[in-house]
């Protein structure tokens, strides 16, 4: 009892002060500015023949005068007069003609029945706003600010209502159905999600946790239980501090201290499975070690629920829009609880496989004995490359291609010794001993490439043959994919679209990162198929490297409501971003291509 107690205030106090550590992003706090529905309001009505679609805009905002639009949605209109605006010169597009306090354009509508305006504005103090859309029918109705979508591009579409992204759909669930409905379907959709990147990494933690206690199938499920709610519950946490202040869940533990320190908890880990401590270590070092390892994997419930904390905080939860979401609905409505819950259950959705892997894998495990060693030691390589795999995130390719030959030459000398103790023929024995070498011998050439600057894992010696670039080079530079125009803030893209605008194109803007591992899936499987390459010759590649999650980073992100990378946003060529066919999340070549399709954007 004790020892579960310890391991309790120890996970309170850990909690507190991780909650802490998130970045309040004060300096970017959008509530010092109004919202674009009120710095900017108008009001159609008619003046006898014509409309007059008058414009009240709040003290110290203007709005562009290029940047607004009317155009008819079944046919243009006779004529648009503009009154004549104020010449500035600003830091997003240089000398325009923007309006201040009132504006008043004159509209005659001829055979047009149905408007659609587009507009944009800035703040004084620096912020500008995304490009804004209404669309309003002219037979009987008076359009008002509220008739308008608020700067909504999906508010009315020829053909019906357009689709509504699912981050959006999953947020208005939270907000319009029943708790109890809500927590089934977080957690439908977390079991939805075992087999992604966020949660593979967990099953070589966990095994750890059960073959490290030797623990029977009863006690193996009570130490999975207490792992994955512990997991849940840090999710949920650290899910709703984040939605509440606006912080990057993603980002917040991706510094590379952080990385890098739990890496090597989990190589202490690793060594603790191959028993060597008391033969690389000093004694007082050893016994502490010893007595953490014992607590962490030797059957404790509140050891587990320590690894479970850990382990939630290093394999962060990819991008998902069931995650987004969550976080966009505790973020609008303030609703931390609600959102909290939504968001414990999808991580106990999640974790259901894993106690399930965890309670029937136990019955698998061979007795103490000498082939306890051996399964030890296939779960130390396992840790060994989870630690480096997490290492990815932050080391430069030739250290990560050098550490992988590392592990390779380890795995071959294991393999080795087992096979000179193991009990077989001599033509199996031979055949082992020979595929051990092999890796061996390609985790030493890995060494040799990585030496050379190489970082092609499966042709290491590439630097050394003929000069070229190494094999499986995607074309990439420090600036971003091959194709894509990287950007950084609000103003670069709004001159990029406005750019592609002019040329009648489309922008498609990806929301990356380093260290968020479902963007590199997207660019090998998605944006690597050559069928989306062809649908995509036309249009615009931006690129929004948020790595380094600073604040122009934040800023951008916040402006247009995106939580975390990875995230693809379809802009047409009128400015306005197609919000229901936003991408959130891991995404199917297939998928991603009739999201072009259905919004027109495709060269197809």
């Known amino acids: 009892m004790r020892h579960t107690q310890s391991a309790a205030t120890v996970m309170a106090a850990l909690l507190l002060m991780l909650a802490g550590m998130i970045p309040v992003q004060a300096a970017i706090d959008q509530s010092d500015f109004l919202s674009p529905e009120e710095a900017f309001q108008y009001e159609l009505v008619p003046d006898g023949d014509q409309y007059r679609l008058a414009w009240d805009i709040a003290d110290d905002y203007y709005l562009y005068r290029k940047r607004m639009t009317v155009s008819g949605q079944d046919a243009e209109p006779a004529s648009v007069s503009y009154p004549e605006g104020e010449i500035i010169t600003d830091e997003y597009f240089g000398e325009s003609e923007v309006y201040y306090g009132q504006a008043e354009v004159l509209i005659d509508p001829g055979e047009a029945r149905t408007l659609e305006l587009s507009w944009q504005g800035c703040a004084d103090e620096g912020l500008c706003y995304p490009p804004q859309s209404a669309t309003v029918t002219l037979e009987g109705k008076t359009a008002s600010p509220g008739d308008g979508d608020g700067g909504n591009p999906n508010a009315e579409q020829a053909g019906g209502a357009a689709p509504q992204a699912e981050d959006e759909y999953l947020a208005s669930s939270l907000a319009d159905s029943s708790l109890a409905w809500n927590l089934v379907l977080f957690f439908g959709l977390g079991l939805l999600l075992v087999f992604t990147p966020c949660v593979l990494p ?37 899910g709703a501090a984040a ?104 991580g106990l959705g ?63 000398a294991l393999a080795l010794n087992a096979v000179r103790h193991a009990a077989l023929a001599e033509p199996a024995r031979a055949l082992a001993a020979a595929l051990a070498l092999v890796v061996g011998l390609w985790g030493a050439l890995m060494l040799v490439g990585a030496a050379g600057g190489g970082s092609a894992l499966y042709s290491p010696l590439t630097p050394f043959v003929g000069g070229g670039e190494p094999a499986g080079d995607t074309g990439e530079t420090d600036d971003g994919m091959a194709g894509f125009e990287v950007i950084k803030s609000p103003s670069d893209l709004d001159q990029a679209v ?107």
Request: aromatic share 10%; hydrophobic share 55%; glycine share 12%.
């Open 350 to 412: 999640m974790g259901a496989p894993l106690v399930a892997f965890g309670t029937l894998g136990a019955s698998f495990l061979p007795k103490p004995g000498s082939w306890m060693n051996g399964v030890k030691a296939v779960f130390g390589v396992i840790l060994l490359g989870t630690a480096v795999w997490f290492l990815e995130r932050i080391l430069p390719d030739h250290v990560v291609m050098a550490l992988w030959g590392v592990l390779a030459v380890i795995v071959s």
């Open 202 to 238: 967990m099953v070589p933690i966990l095994s750890a946790v059960i073959v490290g206690s030797q623990a029977a199938r009863g006690r193996a499920f009570w130490l999975s239980l207490t792992f994955v709610v512990t997991m849940a519950a840090t999710y949920a946490v650290l």
């Open 243 to 346: 939605g509440l202040i606006g912080a990057n869940l993603q980002a917040a533990f991706q510094v590379p201290l952080f990385i890098g320190g739990l890496a090597v908890l989990f190589v202490l880990l690793a060594l603790s499975m191959f028993g060597v401590y008391e033969l690389q270590l000093p004694a007082f070092i050893r016994e502490r070690l010893e007595a953490m390892n014992g607590r962490q994997t030797g059957g404790h419930l509140g050891g587990a629920a320590l690894m479970g904390f850990f382990s939630a905080l290093l394999a962060s939860p990819c991008m998902t829009a069931p995650l987004a979401g969550a976080l966009l609905y505790i973020a609008e409505s303030g609703d931390a609880l609600n959102g909290g819950l939504g968001l414990f259950a999808l």
């Open 498 to 604: 406005v750019r592609a605008g002019e040329q009648g194109r489309w922008t498609l803007l990806e929301f990356y990162a380093d260290w968020c591992i479902t963007c590199e899936v997207i660019e090998e499987e998605v944006f690597g198929d050559p069928r989306v390459q062809k649908a995509l010759a036309d249009v615009q590649l931006l690129q929004a490297d948020v790595t380094a999650n600073d604040r122009t980073d934040q800023a951008l992100m916040d402006e247009l409501k995106v939580v975390g990378p990875p995230t693809i946003m379809l802009i047409g060529p009128d400015g306005q971003e197609r919000r229901g066919y936003r991408v959130t999340g891991e995404i199917s070549s297939e998928a991603f291509l009739e999201r072009l399709s259905a919004t027109g954007a495709s060269s197809l």
